[in-house]
């Protein structure tokens, strides 16, 4: 059997192109790729070499259309991220005025969770 990992996560944001600056700053990711979109939208691909999230803004109304998750904010439960440095990474995002919640500190890992600007939440874990 093969080895299956994740590729990518794909959101609708209000504006990739700060969603990108944050989570270059959060993480020390990089943008990957960035251009035009499904619908007329814009897409950051924000990451390292094997995986990264893609922050999509449609040209339009983000008021969802038949279901259709590529017109509405959010829709998701978390995204999470593995980190070295879990303190670190949390004074980075608190420092930008973010709130943390829900610490645990249990086997197999430290985590933390946030919620960004869209209301999207993020785990953040150290298995260190």
């Known amino acids: 059997m ?16 700060a969603t990108a600056k944050r989570l270059e700053q959060w993480f020390g990711w990089k ?21 990264y999230v893609a922050a999509y803004s449609p040209s339009t109304d983000t008021t969802p259309v038949n279901g259709e998750s590529y017109s509405h904010h959010g829709g998701l439960n978390h995204i999470a991220v593995v980190v070295d440095d879990l303190d670190a990474t949390e004074a980075r995002i608190k420092a930008g005025g973010y709130e943390t919640h829900n610490h645990q500190d249990y086997e197999p890992g430290r985590r933390f969770y946030f919620d960004d600007d869209d209301g999207i939440e993020f785990e953040v874990v150290s298995y260190k």
């Not at 093969?2 to 192109?17: G, Q, R």
């Not at 619908?39 to 094997?50: A, F, P, S």
């Open 2 to 17: 093969s080895t299956a990992f994740l590729e990518h996560v794909n959101v609708t944001v209000t504006d990739p192109a």
């Open 31 to 51: 943008i990957r790729w960035q251009g035009a979109a499904i619908n007329g939208g814009v897409t950051y691909h924000i990451g390292n070499e094997t995986s």
